[in-house]
Structures are given as C-alpha cells and as structure tokens.
C-alpha cells in the first residue's frame, strides 16, 4: 500500500514527461470514453489491445497481422476513423465482435496517454467500471502511484479529475489527509463535491456535451457504472491484457 504522499494526480498528457513515470505505477485514466471502452472490451473477451498513438502507427502494426485477427478500433473527434471496424463507444464491444480479437486501438487523448506511460513500473487503466480492481492494484505496491487524466487536448476533462478523486477518496479512507499532496487534495475536494450523481455531474461535463450529438445515448450512463466489471487492463511491451482474467 502506498503513503498517502506518494499519490500524484496529473490533470492532462501535457503535465509529465515520459521520465518522470520511472519506477511509479501509472493508472492512465480517459472516462469518456477510451479508458471505459478498453476495460469493457477487455471484460467481454478481446484478447489483448495495443494502444497506438496515430493512424501511421495502427497501420504499421496491422499491415502484417492476418486480417481475421485483429480489429481497428478508435475515434477522431469522437466519431469511428473512416475504414476502422469500430469507434469508441463501449457499447459496440460485444463479445461476438470482439471475442479473441486483437484490437488496434487509436484515440485522441486516451491512447496517447497510455503510450506516454510506458516508462512506468507497472501502467493500469483505469475508468468507474473497474474502479476496485485498480483499487486492489494500488495497494498491491509500495511505489509512488501517478493517476494520468488523459484530459482532451491538453486541458481538464471534469470525469477524468472526478475518477482520480474517487480513487483519492478511496486510498485515504475518507479523511482529507494534510499528507497529500495538492493534485491529489484536489481532487479528492472534487469527488467530496460532486462524486453524489456521477451521471448528472459527468453528463454536464464539457466533454459530455461535445458528445451529445455524435454517440449513443447509453455511453455516458454506461461510463458512470461503477465496478461493473473486475477487470485489470495492464501494460507489458506495449500491450494492454486483462491480468485478473
Ligand atoms: O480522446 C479520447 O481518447 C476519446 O476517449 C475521446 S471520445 O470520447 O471518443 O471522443
């Protein structure tokens, strides 16, 4: 288990540096909706996926693999890639699409977040979905712990700030400790305020609106499940694999 002083909140992919994750377990965090839409297809039976960071990249990747064998997965400005099988809404990853299946997955902030993370000792992702798997992680190490909030475009995301206070909130039992540090009291003052109605308060948020028009209904509500699913989504040579499966 971690000391409380050793949690660091980082609020967009633009506050850290590849380095400064070195020998910390990384929990990558991007509610709306990469984070979710990984841990849920994982949960439902895709073998493994690997987060790339561009449409270069997924093509690379793809090129050699046996078309059966994979999927390409992912948005851009919240709407499926022209030629990719599947977007990245949680609700398209069914079993009988995605079941052991690769899946090359590219998106604009939450994928690019994963990948910045690889120099960590151990990179989670993590989403309300699977809130007490990555819970039990944590707590599993002694080593520095940073939640990433892959936020949109280098700026605060509101759902990915709350998740890393409900985390926060969770590792310090309820009390605001004066041993956190700032990123993280603030984020646990976050969850205290507005951590009641996840779905009202997500469902406002700036990126819930961006999405209204362009994906189904059930995303938002879906995204604000909490531990729907006891899957751990781990990083080991770029690839994501569920590790409690
Ligand atoms: O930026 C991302 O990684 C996506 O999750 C954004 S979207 O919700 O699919 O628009």
């Known amino acids: 288990m971690p000391e409380l002083s050793y949690i660091d909140v980082y609020y967009s992919i633009h506050g850290f540096q590849e380095e400064d994750l070195r ?6 965090i991007d509610v709306l909706r ?3 839409s990984i841990v849920t297809a994982l949960s439902r039976g895709a073998k493994r996926i ?3 960071a561009d449409m270069e990249e997924a093509v690379k990747i793809a090129s ?3 078309s059966r064998d994979y999927l390409l997965c992912g948005e851009k400005d ?3 890639i022209e030629g990719y099988h599947l977007g990245n809404s949680p609700l398209e990853y069914v079993p009988d699409v995605i079941g052991n299946k690769t899946l090359i997955f590219n998106t604009t902030n939450g994928t690019k977040a994963i990948r910045k993370a690889s120099l960590a000792n151990q990179v989670y992702v993590g989403a309300f979905l699977n809130q007490q798997s990555i819970l039990n ?3 599993e190490h002694d080593d520095e712990v940073v939640l990433i909030c ?3 475009r280098g700026r605060l995301s509101l759902e990915d700030a709350l998740f890393a206070g409900s985390l926060v909130h969770h590792l310090s039992n309820g009390v605001m400790s004066d041993q956190l540090k700032d990123s993280a009291k603030i984020a646990f003052g976050l969850f205290e305020r507005f951590g009641q109605d996840l779905e009202k308060t997500i469902g406002e948020s700036d990126h819930a609106k961006r999405l209204a028009k362009l994906v189904p209904e059930g995303d938002i509500p879906f995204c604000c499940k909490v531990d729907e699913f006891d899957t751990l989504p781990a990083m080991k040579d770029g690839i994501l694999t ?4």
């Open 23 to 28: 020998g910390k377990t990384a929990v990558v």
């Open 34 to 36: 990469a984070s979710s």
């Open 50 to 52: 690997i987060p790339v």
């Open 64 to 66: 050699p693999m046996d």
């Open 78 to 80: 919240g709407n499926k």
């Open 137 to 139: 992680a944590i707590n």
């Open 150 to 152: 892959s936020g949109w």
């Open 242 to 245: 569920d590790i409690n499966g």
